[in-house]
């Protein structure tokens, strides 16, 4: 590969100067991205390679850092909702959630139970989809391509699912202050019992397609493991912290948006490698089809999907053009007029992978003072050169894949 | 060397470079529609029937694609890499035995190129020519990632041929003969080979998954890892011809493992055939009985890929030294054993 030639304040100097004297073998630098098909997004690694082994990794980041938090220092609070779309768009309506649930913290808002129940459902079709497609690109950067493909249709269900609910399917923009825009169809309903009914069929397919398959096994287990006490420092949450073997988890710990009501299991692993995150991550799938099929159950009667606070939610649109306080507080509330109190809150949820916090404050002004997105990805990202140091290149593949790490979420 | 063997002879290569060139353009058609099948899919149906002109598709788009040179010291090395792989690819062929004699304008034919006395070894010499067609491509590539698939490819490739010509062994000591024809006219009079070496089948299976460079054993084109390995520079129709050797080196391997464990084109009853249908019937229905067998093997590497994941590096040597060796070498004895106490 040629001699390395690097300037002498560079890291990797003395490694590789000391090993050219040592045995007078060579070793490499290898540019793991940016544009590499299993970053599955942009980000770099400088990989220090003794053949196909990894010595040392330097991560570099900010290859789509579109300043969010930034942005979002100039955007009235409702048009923040499709920067979080863009975070974690494998989980897009989380995000929604979690932006307009803190909002609702931030107005002391009480949303009725059957929008919260409506909420539940979402997000945990979406936890479904983050989980889906983790796993299935998992097999893919592994060499099985199939099963991706396989339960990718089953993504699409959950996309018209949400076309129907919200009119959008990646970048969902989904909810409003207090509730939904709108009321959920019968069309919606319809195709949620669709998926509920095919989905677990398939799911169960995909998880006998590898769990046991030998290749697979050799390719994960002991794999990228990292202990709990080394994930916990490093600030893990979420399936890869479980997968550790901490039962932390959100939505028990913090219970919101009614999450109490349900009955459900947190699924840990032990060593925390990329066979466990694989396996929590497949539990969870079902715990979420649990949940869901719970919520339906209890779902309050009535067609009640938003909270009843004329301030910050829209009024019909025949009020607006007949009546003259609907209109005025459709120009208020369109122009970003709202009145918002002095504060400072932190609101968490339990993401696609791991925890997703917005940490919110205020001056009383149309705008956040200051917005921070507590981002999960980005905080597994520091851990992954530690993780991938002695292991092969094609380890490091599996281990960035089964980390979920979303180069959307990751610069935000 | 009279005319008419010439002209024969040219016949039959023309048919079977043609057979072997077919047969690779249409795996690529069958690849896609079989992994579509696995996966829920409609696969191609635009160009022609079924996609059944997407072959030719390709192969225009890829003649007509812009030709990009790395910034490479050297350019015939380039050039060489997919000529030795498309070359080594279809050269093989010359020694598979398509069916028994033929009898037209009044002559004997024989349906193979050529039948030489080594073929066996022939094969494995062509095979082990082949790695340099990727190794040479992606050591002049100037790329890591193509040098990573290079160094991987060609120990891949010496490692399973060890294994592949040990399973081998047991076969030519049953058979007493490296000719290809022999080994089918023993497996027509004593029962095909499958049933004999059931091991051995098995580990020559493995290899020529190794061999052919295909899932669990496709570590030097890994798209996830490697960026598609020893062609992630190439362009143009040289890409093609490192994709279309694949899918003739799958097509080759097919055969010989139809020839030399399936009974070639020996089928059930085909003595009963030859008896009372002549042999012209008997060749024909030969060579559909080899064919059939072949596509089942096209089919079993194409359901293989579309199954199961990949090996990693350190587990693919261990596999191929310290599994499928040792096991080829118990099979030797186990074979040499059988053969003293049985004869």
């Known amino acids: ?412 | 060397m009279d005319s008419v063997f010439i002209i024969e002879k040219s016949a039959i290569i023309v048919a079977v470079f043609a057979l072997t060139m077919l047969m690779a353009m249409y795996s690529t058609w069958a690849e896609r529609k079989v992994a579509a099948f696995l996966q829920d899919r409609v696969g191609p149906n635009r160009a022609g029937w079924g996609g059944l002109l997407q072959p030719l598709a390709d192969g225009a788009k890829l003649f007509t694609k812009e030709e990009f040179f790395p910034n490479t010291p050297n350019k015939f090395l380039f050039i060489l890499g997919p000529f030795i792989a498309m070359s080594t690819a279809l050269i093989t062929s010359a020694v598979i035995p398509w069916g028994d004699k033929i009898h037209v304008f009044g002559k004997d034919v024989l349906l193979q190129a050529t039948d030489i006395d080594v073929s066996v070894l022939y094969v494995f010499g062509v095979l082990s020519i082949g790695v340099y067609g990727i190794m040479i491509g992606a050591w002049a590539s100037n790329n890591k990632y193509s040098l990573m698939s290079a160094v991987r490819a060609s120990s891949q490739m010496i490692s399973y041929e060890v294994a592949m010509g040990l399973a081998m062994i047991s076969i030519l000591m049953m058979s007493g003969s490296l000719s290809l024809k022999e080994i089918t006219v023993m497996q027509a009079n004593d029962g095909w080979n499958i049933f004999y070496q059931p091991l051995a089948f098995i580990i020559f299976l493995i290899c020529s998954f190794a061999e052919t460079n295909r899932t669990p054993f496709d570590l030097a084109e890994c798209e996830s890892e490697l960026i598609g390995g020893y062609h992630t520079e190439y362009s143009s129709m040289k890409m093609g011809f490192y994709l279309f050797a694949e899918y003739a080196n799958m097509f080759i391997s097919s055969a010989i493992l139809s020839v030399v464990f399936l009974g070639g084109y020996h089928f059930p009853g085909m003595d009963w055939v030859n008896a009372n249908w002549g042999i012209n019937i008997g060749a024909i229905l030969g060579f559909l009985a080899l064919f059939a067998k072949i596509c089942f093997f096209i089919f079993f590497y194409m359901w293989v890929r579309w199954t199961i994941p990949r090996f990693r590096y350190d587990q693919l040597m261990h596999l191929g030294w310290k599994i499928l060796i040792p096991l080829a070498v118990i099979n030797i004895i186990i074979t040499g054993i059988v053969m003293v106490l049985f004869k």
């Open chain 1, 1 to 412: 590969m040629g001699k390395v030639v690097l300037p002498a304040d560079h890291r990797y100097y003395k490694y590789i100067e000391e090993r050219h004297n040592e045995d007078g073998s060579e070793l490499a630098i290898l540019n793991l991205g940016p544009t590499h098909p299993a970053t599955h997004g942009i980000f770099q690694n400088i990989l220090l390679m003794d053949g196909e082994r990894i010595l040392d990794a330097e991560p570099t980041i900010g290859y789509i850092h579109r300043a969010f938090e930034k942005i979002a220092e100039n955007r009235p609070f409702y048009q923040i909702t499709p920067l979080t779309d863009r975070m974690n768009y494998c989980s897009s309506p989380i995000n929604n959630m979690a932006w307009w649930m803190t909002i609702e913290k931030l107005l002391n808002i009480e949303v009725p139970k059957r929008a919260q129940y409506l909420r539940v459902i979402v997000m945990e079709l979406a936890r479904i989809t983050d989980h889906l497609i983790c796993n299935s690109i998992l097999g893919v950067d592994t060499g099985a391509y199939t099963g991706f493909l396989y339960v990718f249709q089953f993504r699409e269900k959950v996309y018209e699912i949400y076309e129907e609910i919200c009119g959008a399917r990646l970048t969902t923009n989904m909810g409003r202050i207090g509730g939904f825009e709108r009321d959920w169809s019968p069309k919606a309903f319809e195709l949620l019992d669709t998926f509920l009914k095919e989905f677990p069929i398939a799911w169960k397919e995909f998880e006998n397609l590898f769990t046991r398959n030998r290749i697979f096994i050799d390719r994960t287990v002991n794999v990228g493991g990292i202990s709990a006490e080394k994930a916990m420092a490093y600030g893990f949450t979420g399936p890869n912290l479980r997968a550790a073997g901490v039962d932390y988890d959100v939505r028990i710990a913090q219970p919101y948006s009614s999450y109490e009501d349900f009955e459900f299991n947190v699924p840990v692993g032990k060593s925390g490698d990329t066979y466990d995150r694989f396996c929590v991550r497949n539990a969870e799938v079902w715990e979420s089809l649990s949940i869901i099929r719970q919520a339906l159950d209890k779902m309050p009667e009535g067609n009640e999907y938003h909270a009843d606070v004329p301030d910050y939610y829209l009024p019909p649109k025949e009020d607006v053009y007949n009546n003259m306080e609907a209109l005025i507080y459709h120009f208020k509330i369109v122009m970003g007029e709202v009145p918002v109190p002095v504060a400072e809150i932190y609101h968490p949820v339990e993401g696609g992978n791991g925890e997703l916090g917005f940490y919110l404050v205020t001056d009383g002004s149309r705008t956040p003072y200051r917005l921070h997105f507590r981002r999960p990805c980005f905080i597994y990202y520091q851990a992954y050169p530690e993780m991938i140091k002695g292991a092969m290149l094609s380890d490091a593949i599996a281990i960035l894949s089964s980390l979920n790490v979303i180069a959307g979420e990751l610069d935000a």
